[in-house]
């Protein structure tokens, strides 16, 4: 192997440029070239790639987002679509693909894998911590330390003005981060997909809340909870209760950029790292993973047939904290 291409796919996540300059650097003192493929797999399909070396990624480790940058490509989930990337391969003379990315990114490479035998690794990054299989997607870590730094100002403004706030945090159909900004947060209840949410009862244990002394609450809502997202749980609680001042904040977008994490930086720069390796190897439409702080290799189709659960220690400790 001498060529290798790489990409970034779905939505950005603070960490992966530190993935992007640990497969550059990996790849360079193993002897390979390294085509960067711009905008994902739409920069895949018009062959928009470009050779990157050691000094093309300095100065990135800090620094949210990714350099690569990112898109959506409808073409792409096409078959002719995924011919003409193939072509791209063959011509910018790429012999193994490390794409970085959550769900979607790696069906795009299983499919282009199976139609055109490109050896494909899979990176996972996401904030939303959702991909089966690893117990780690790169970006998590920074995400809740943000929501949670947002949810901390909340509560001073909370505090002083005897108010309950109703935040939304993200998370796409899972509650990984509502839960665990919750928890660090001292929430006094946690909204989250995987588990049914009583309004009622809710409102109920806020009223108890109130008349036992409390005098400020936050609710943190993931965005994909069935109650309907903050913005709704806000009117039922002023509904419902006597709480007159109820405030929403809905923290959206601001959770996937910034500077990441230590824990993200050094977490994506292993797996960036162990994707080049494992092309070495020989290794084809397999994910680097993370499990119980090991990183190894899986079959890339356990992102979506092995369920993640939440953390059942999680969901009842903060049953536990929030009375």
């Known amino acids: 192997m001498k ?8 939505g950005d996540a603070p960490g992966m440029n530190c993935a ?11 002897g390979l070239e390294v085509m960067g493929i711009d905008r994902g797999y739409a920069g895949l399909v018009d062959g928009a790639a470009r050779q990157m070396d050691a000094r093309s990624v300095g100065g990135i480790m800090n620094r949210g987002g990714t350099m690569l940058r990112t898109a959506r490509c409808e073409e792409f989930k096409t078959p002719e ?8 391969i063959r011509r910018f003379l790429i012999e193994g693909l490390i794409v970085i990315g959550g ?20 990176v996972p990054g996401t904030i939303d911590n959702d991909i089966g299989g ?10 809740i330390n943000t929501a949670l730094d947002a949810i901390d100002k909340i509560r001073d403004t909370a505090a002083s003005h005897d108010r309950l706030f109703v935040v939304e945090v993200m998370g796409r159909g899972v509650g990984f981060i509502a839960l665990s900004v919750g928890v660090a947060g001292g929430a006094e209840e946690i909204l989250v997909p ?21 005098t400020s609450s936050i609710v943190v809502v993931a965005e994909g909870d069935e109650t309907g997202g903050a913005v709704k749980v806000g009117r039922d609680i002023r509904r419902k209760t006597h709480f007159t001042d109820v405030r929403v904040c809905v923290l959206g977008h601001l959770q996937r950029g910034g500077a990441p994490t230590a824990y993200d ?6 797996l960036g790292s162990e994707a080049v390796t494992a092309l070495l190897r020989g290794e084809k439409d397999v994910m680097v993973a993370v499990e119980k702080g090991d990183v190894f290799t899986r079959p890339m189709s356990d992102s979506w047939n092995l369920k993640k659960e939440l ?13």
Request: proline fraction near 2%; charge should be positive.
């Open 3 to 10: 060529r290798i291409g790489l990409l970034t796919s779905g």
């Open 20 to 30: 992007i300059r640990a497969v550059v650097r990996t790849a360079i003192y193993h």
């Open 81 to 88: 679509g995924r011919a003409r990337a193939a072509e791209n």
């Open 103 to 122: 769900d979607g990114t790696y069906r795009g490479a299983t499919e282009l894998a199976k139609e055109h035998n490109v050896a494909c690794v899979g």
């Open 134 to 143: 690893t117990d780690y997607t790169i970006g998590f870590d920074t995400a």
């Open 194 to 214: 995987e588990t049914p949410t009583d309004i009622d009862a809710m409102c109920r244990r806020l009223e108890l809340g109130r008349k036992a002394g409390k």
């Open 265 to 270: 930086r050094i977490m994506a720069s292993r």
């Open 311 to 323: 953390n059942p220690h999680l969901l009842d400790l903060a049953k536990k904290l929030t009375v």
